[in-house]
């Protein structure tokens, strides 16, 4: 309940409005915070003075139990930080921990946890296969495509302007921001997309006819260079195609999603692998390759998707599931040795499994409470009426005599049969 209690808090405190906590709701909530770091500390000492504190069977010998005292230690410094009116917001980032308290308490979380735990040395040896299978993948991509995705449509070298007149942009831009850019072939290569395919411009929702000689006519004439400026000129497709003029694939200087997407060297070729196995965006950038390269260049992809994302994640899911069955049964037998550890002597105890759980042991306590009560209650009752106390077990006595006096015959009869062995050894 503390732990709930200590998300809760978690949840409901806002940075942004509680930089001097001076609201009401800022100070319960710390007060709040304050309760839950000393019942956390005071644990963290019953459990100490329980089990001792170093040792394989004591307190830091478990894993968890020292998530809790580093958990513990870290709100200690940072009260003491705060009380010398130091900010370490660093540490105040343990509080995130405290949640991670419930993993302990919790079995069935307990064995997941410990499952992914076990699973690091076996997934090692995937991910080592996922390493050279990607380095392979990798080394093909930069071997094929390095540079390729920066290719972009440019002005032929000898294009001149008049002094007044300069082309919109550097290269074609089919959007303002370049997020998808226009990536051509080069002539050595067999590519989809050439500069030849650039559209022509538009403007106000029409496509724009002129030429840069109509410019050069209008400004001879005192005119604007632009004919369609705020409607001016009245007619569809008056004004330049300056789309016309970027015919010449030329390698640039930017990569597409802010110089993210490339095969450049091997770093960007492992992230662009990376993105393409989690199936997120993956079509974009192959037909960014297959523009500028080949069209067959989907092949490479496919490979990818079925190599990366559909084998080797699933073979990762295989090694979790074959280690499962075997963290669950050591982590079930564990549980049973720590109960069984804890199994006292008493009464109480003599009557409780060390597989019950909680509310099964909870049910025997009340059972045991009520049959104790149940007994006080009758012999102070017969006390008061002045009853006589039931002698348990009369007649067994009788009983017994009786056998007493048959036993004693034959052990009477015993010692005369071992005096008649004494005489003959």
Same mark, same amino acid.
């Given at each position: ?8 808090? *978690? ?39 329980? *089990? ?25 410094? %940072? ?40 699973? *690091? ?7 080592? *296969?996922?390493?050279?299978?990607? @380095? ?21 070298? /000898? ?34 997309? &050439? ?7 538009? %403007? ?57 997407? /490339? ?37 490479? @992809? ?7 994302? @559909? ?30 550890? &804890? ?38 009752? /017969? ?43």
């Amino acid at each position: 309940m503390v732990i709930l209690l200590n998300c809760v808090t *978690l949840g409901m405190y806002q940075p942004c409005e509680n930089i001097d906590c001076s609201s009401d709701r800022c100070k319960v909530l710390q007060a709040f915070d304050v309760f839950i770091y000393v019942f956390f500390a005071v644990e963290m000492v019953v459990k100490m003075m329980a *089990l001792g504190i170093f040792g394989h069977r004591c307190y830091l010998g478990d894993t968890w139990n020292r998530l809790d005292f580093f958990i513990v230690m870290a709100g200690m410094v %940072e009260y003491s930080l705060d009380l010398q009116n130091i900010n370490l917001s660093a540490i105040r980032t343990v509080r995130v921990l405290r949640p991670l308290k419930a993993i302990n308490r919790v079995p069935s979380m307990r064995i997941l946890v410990n499952l992914l735990l076990d699973t *690091l040395p076996m997934l090692g040896n995937v991910l080592l *296969l996922c390493f050279f299978v990607f @380095f392979i993948f990798g080394v093909i991509g930069v071997q094929l495509w390095a540079g390729l995705l920066r290719n972009r449509c440019y002005p032929k070298e /000898n294009f001149t302007l008049s002094k007044d007149i300069s082309l919109p942009r550097p290269y074609y831009m089919a959007d303002e921001d370049d997020e998808r850019p226009f990536i051509c072939s080069l002539a050595q290569d067999n590519g989809i997309m &050439a500069c030849t395919d650039v559209p022509a411009r538009r %403007e106000l929702g029409r496509t724009c006819c002129l030429d840069k000689d109509d410019v050069t006519h209008r400004q001879g004439l005192g005119l604007s260079p632009e004919p369609l400026v705020n409607g001016s000129v009245s007619g569809p497709g008056l004004c330049v195609n300056w789309n016309q003029y970027y015919t010449r694939c030329h390698t640039g200087h930017s990569n597409p999603h802010k110089g993210a997407i /490339n095969f450049d060297n091997i770093a960007y070729a492992w992230i662009v692998i990376f993105q393409v196995i989690t199936l997120e965006g993956w079509v974009e950038i192959m037909y960014y390759v297959m523009d500028a390269h080949s069209f067959y260049n989907f092949i490479y @992809f496919i490979l990818l998707i079925i190599i990366g994302s @559909f084998f080797m994640i699933n073979l990762c899911l295989v090694v979790i599931a074959t280690q499962f069955s075997e963290t669950k049964q050591r982590e079930h037998q564990l549980m049973q040795e720590q109960r069984a550890q &804890a199994h006292s002597s008493s009464t109480l105890a003599s009557m409780t499994e060390p597989s019950a759980g909680c509310y099964e042991s909870v049910f025997q306590l009340v059972c045991h409470v009520l049959r104790k009560a149940r007994r006080r209650s009758m012999a102070l009752c /017969n006390r008061l009426l002045g009853r006589p106390k039931e002698v348990k077990g009369a007649g067994r006595r009788g009983g017994g005599e009786k056998t007493n006096v048959n036993g004693g015959g034959r052990g009477v009869g015993g010692e005369r049969r071992g005096q008649h062995r004494q005489g003959e050894w």
